[in-house]
């Protein structure tokens, strides 16, 4: 008997598994022996076992949990199981490594936080700046305020001053929302940033609604004010570092289109949804794939029964979340739009033409299935 089969140190150099690891595959009921010798315990192997522990040689190299091994060399021939074992160990791995690149994004930034920290005002800094046009930059940032205690400096408005220019940022780590306006200051000084709380954001805001030209804002000593029309408003600024949210803006879209703000909000508004764990701490979020099609047509995809059927091959797909998407289009009510997309995993842009400036960015929610 012994002539017609294998022994397991032939077997072993054969496939690349050593001597020990076929041992433990026996004894793991993955890989048996055709025959042990009662005598010496030796394990001898069927020459047609060769081809499953070559196999079985590649499915340890990519980390296939020992019970789908096992469902792989188990599986009938033309039943396609073990087929669906692997795929579905791809998709795991596809997974991981999607939300690896989202953690070494969120390193990077903490990197360039660390080494290039947004500089806090120094000292005492005093510029105004146009009521109604403040007024629309909080009105188009508001709304991606973070909310999650873990993360406070995100509770907040960011007022970065360069030069001649205010920008305005907030962001909860899953949206972003940025505008801009022209600032006066009464003396020189180098980019600044102050982050306002968000309760001092809301009272600014209703401060805007006395009817003058400008406001004047002073930054300085840990303390923000603001006076306008005879009023005034002061609040202790967040003493802490905001991410360089700069990072984040350096997006290379694919596709640009130009559609009415109202048009695609009553598309989102009335359009399928699928519910995920993609919300803030995987909570369960409505998402709403979009879809553009070769011809440059976007539309709102079917739900999960109906996927496909209303798209082709070559279709650019991308799922986000809804509510984040609706409070995109309704910040600062614009009425034409420009979206930016780079692919199924890239951040979608929102933007108003002619305020190069002012834009949202949405990072997308990963549906296994578009990618």
């Given at each position: 008997m012994e002539s017609d089969l294998h022994s397991i140190g032939e077997l072993a150099r054969a496939s690349g598994l050593g001597v020990g690891t076929l041992r433990y595959y026996d004894s793991a009921e993955v890989l048996a022996p055709a025959w042990v010798d009662p005598q010496t315990g030796y394990r001898w192997y069927r020459p047609g076992q060769l081809a499953d522990a070559r196999l079985l040689a590649r499915l340890r190299r990519v980390g296939l949990p020992l019970a789908d091994i096992r469902a792989?060399?188990?599986?009938?021939?033309?039943?396609?199981?073990?087929?669906?074992?692997?795929?579905?160990?791809l998709r795991r791995l596809e997974d991981g490594l999607a939300d690896a690149r989202r953690e070494l994004s969120l390193i990077r930034v903490l990197i360039d936080q660390r080494e290039n920290p947004m500089t806090v005002t120094p000292a005492e800094l005093r510029f105004t700046?146009?009521?109604?046009?403040?007024?629309?930059?909080?009105?188009?940032?508001?709304?991606?305020?973070?909310?999650?205690?873990?993360?406070?400096?995100?509770?907040?408005?960011?007022?970065?001053?360069?030069?001649?220019?205010?920008?305005?940022?907030?962001?909860?780590?899953?949206?972003?929302?940025?505008?801009?306006?022209?600032?006066?200051?009464?003396?020189?000084?180098?980019?600044?940033?102050?982050?306002?709380?968000?309760?001092?954001?809301?009272?600014?805001?209703?401060?805007l609604g006395a009817g003058a030209a400008e406001v004047a804002l002073t930054f300085g000593g840990g303390l923000v004010r603001a006076e306008t029309g005879g009023l005034r408003i002061e609040g202790a600024a967040?003493?802490?570092?905001?991410?360089?949210?700069?990072?984040?803006?350096?997006?290379?879209?694919?596709?640009?289109?130009?559609?009415?703000?109202?048009?695609?909000?009553?598309?989102?508004?009335?359009?399928?949804?699928?519910?995920?764990?993609?919300?803030?701490?995987?909570?369960?979020?409505?998402?709403?794939?979009?879809?553009?099609?070769?011809?440059?047509?976007?539309?709102?995809?079917?739900?999960?029964?109906?996927?496909?059927?209303?798209?082709?091959?070559?279709?650019?797909?991308?799922?986000?979340?809804?509510?984040?998407?609706?409070?995109?289009?309704?910040?600062?009510?614009?009425?034409?739009?420009?979206?930016?997309?780079?692919?199924?995993?890239?951040?979608?842009?929102i933007r108003t033409p002619g305020r190069a400036g002012t834009f949202s960015i949405l990072m997308p929610v990963r549906v296994p299935e578009l990618v």
């Open positions: 792989v060399l188990a599986a009938a021939p033309g039943s396609d199981r073990a087929r669906q074992v692997v795929d579905a160990h700046v146009p009521a109604e046009e403040l007024a629309a930059a909080l009105d188009a940032v508001r709304f991606a305020v973070g909310g999650d205690p873990e993360a406070p400096a995100l509770a907040g408005v960011l007022f970065d001053l360069d030069g001649p220019v205010l920008r305005l940022v907030a962001t909860d780590r899953y949206r972003m929302a940025l505008a801009e306006l022209p600032a006066t200051a009464t003396v020189a000084a180098p980019a600044t940033g102050t982050i306002v709380p968000t309760a001092l954001v809301d009272a600014l805001r209703a401060l967040l003493d802490l570092d905001y991410p360089d949210y700069r990072v984040l803006t350096r997006l290379e879209p694919q596709h640009r289109i130009d559609l009415s703000a109202d048009d695609l909000r009553g598309a989102v508004e009335t359009g399928a949804v699928r519910t995920l764990p993609s919300g803030p701490h995987g909570a369960d979020c409505a998402v709403t794939v979009l879809t553009l099609t070769a011809d440059g047509r976007l539309a709102v995809a079917p739900a999960d029964a109906e996927a496909g059927t209303d798209t082709a091959p070559g279709d650019l797909r991308v799922a986000v979340n809804r509510d984040f998407l609706l409070d995109a289009l309704r910040a600062g009510r614009p009425e034409q739009l420009v979206l930016e997309l780079g692919g199924p995993i890239a951040p979608l842009a």
